[in-house]
């Protein structure tokens, strides 16, 4: 399956630890897109990235929270010391960036904070 | 103004009913319109998508009709059945831009 990879699928942190949730887009994909999703809520977007590029991280709060998609290797979301409030069920995304538009998700980390 | 607005938040259908789900947007600027569906678990899927030039599109028993003065779009599901119940999102974004903004989702329950 080529699909668009997260691990862990779910990932348990005391308040304070911090989270590191991983994404590998599809292959041929150079665009990720990271979403947040609350209980019985919408998709909020946080940060659109490109090979060793950050494009828009206008829904990334200001603090504790980073992303990077290197060169090599998969995209990384970081999470430093959590709060309750960050448990969430996190989304990858990614695609080609252009036309068809649209993303491939994939099947998210919910993390939940203890 | 970059919002999606969806209704209604949740939505009970019998087995072959019409499911509706209604989107609004203020921002004149998207030129394209998807449609995810999401089952629990499992991250949206991309359904069908429209851009404002066409009125209307039709995929099997999905279809998409799109109200450019209005700035409304909609998706109606034919002869729904019980494996269409699924969290549904709308969804809109502009051309040259990757970023989608999407609806708060319609939990959708098709029942026998």
């Known amino acids: 399956n080529a699909g668009v990879m997260q691990n862990p699928r779910h990932l348990v942190r005391r308040r304070g630890q911090e989270a590191r949730l991983r994404c590998s887009p599809m292959k041929g994909h150079s665009h990720v897109y990271w979403y947040r999703q609350l209980p019985e809520e919408g998709l909020k977007f946080m940060v659109y990235?490109?090979?060793?590029?950050?494009?828009?991280e206008s829904g990334m709060p200001k603090e504790r929270f980073s992303a990077e998609f290197p060169k090599e290797g998969p995209s990384i979301l970081r999470i430093q010391q959590v709060v309750r409030g960050d448990s969430a069920a996190y989304f990858c995304?990614?695609?080609?960036?252009?036309?068809?538009?649209?993303?491939?998700f994939g099947s998210g980390t919910r993390l939940t904070v203890v | 103004q970059q919002q999606v607005k969806q209704s209604p938040q949740s939505l009970i259908v019998q087995k072959g009913g019409i499911s509706i789900i209604n989107c609004a947007y203020e921002n004149t600027a998207f030129d394209y319109f998807p449609w995810y569906q999401q089952f629990p678990g499992k991250g949206p899927a991309l359904l069908i998508a429209i851009r404002p030039d066409v009125s209307e599109k039709k995929e099997g028993r999905f279809t998409i009709s799109f109200n450019k003065s209005a700035k409304q779009f909609s998706l109606h599901i034919m002869d729904s059945q019980p494996g269409d119940s699924a969290t549904y999102f709308c969804?809109?974004?502009?051309?040259?831009?990757?970023?989608?903004?999407f609806g708060t989702g319609t939990k959708l329950q098709v029942i026998p």
């Open positions: 995304a990614s695609n080609t960036g252009r036309e068809p538009y649209g993303y491939t």
């Open positions: 990235l490109q090979k060793e590029n950050i494009i828009d």
């Open positions: 969804a809109a974004l502009f051309g040259g831009y990757q970023k989608v903004t």
